[in-house]
């Protein structure tokens, strides 16, 4: 099913990016201490922010605990930066539509 001219946003910011700069520096909270608070590696934490790895769940949900934030706000802000990434690349995946075959006859 299509969707609607518009709809998505074309370029959805990485949930890694929003996190660095409306919490961690609204809060000016540094890396080491936001890993330490949610219970996670620092390099765990700054790949997230850095860009370098996706936003699971599991984090998703540690950051919901630890400052307030919706779990299914972050994890749709993934979704939708995951299928803008997808979207870019499309034209590298050859893949044709599906042609069911023709019935055959089963004649008695």
């Given at each position: 099913?299509?969707?609607?001219?518009?709809?998505?946003?074309?370029?959805?910011?990485?949930?890694?990016?929003?996190l660095?700069?409306?919490?961690?520096?609204?809060?000016?909270?540094?890396?080491?201490?936001?890993a330490?608070?949610?219970?996670?590696?620092?390099?765990?934490?700054?790949?997230?922010?850095?860009?370098?790895?996706?936003?699971?769940?599991?984090?998703?949900?540690?950051?919901?605990?630890?400052f307030?934030l919706?779990?299914?706000?972050?994890?749709?802000?993934?979704?939708?930066?995951?299928i803008?990434?997808a979207?870019r690349?499309?034209?590298?995946?050859?893949?044709?539509?599906?042609?069911?075959?023709?019935?055959?006859?089963?004649?008695?």
């Amino acid at each position: 099913m299509a969707e609607a001219p518009g709809i998505r946003m074309k370029n959805p910011a990485h949930p890694g990016d929003f996190l660095k700069h409306e919490v961690l520096e609204e809060l000016q909270i540094s890396v080491t201490e936001a890993a330490r608070v949610l219970g996670v590696t620092r390099p765990a934490l700054s790949a997230l922010l850095n860009e370098r790895s996706s936003l699971s769940p599991e984090m998703a949900l540690r950051f919901e605990k630890a400052f307030g934030l919706s779990m299914d706000t972050l994890m749709r802000m993934q979704s939708s930066f995951d299928i803008a990434e997808a979207r870019r690349h499309e034209g590298d995946i050859h893949v044709l539509p599906y042609k069911a075959p023709p019935p055959v006859n089963a004649a008695k």
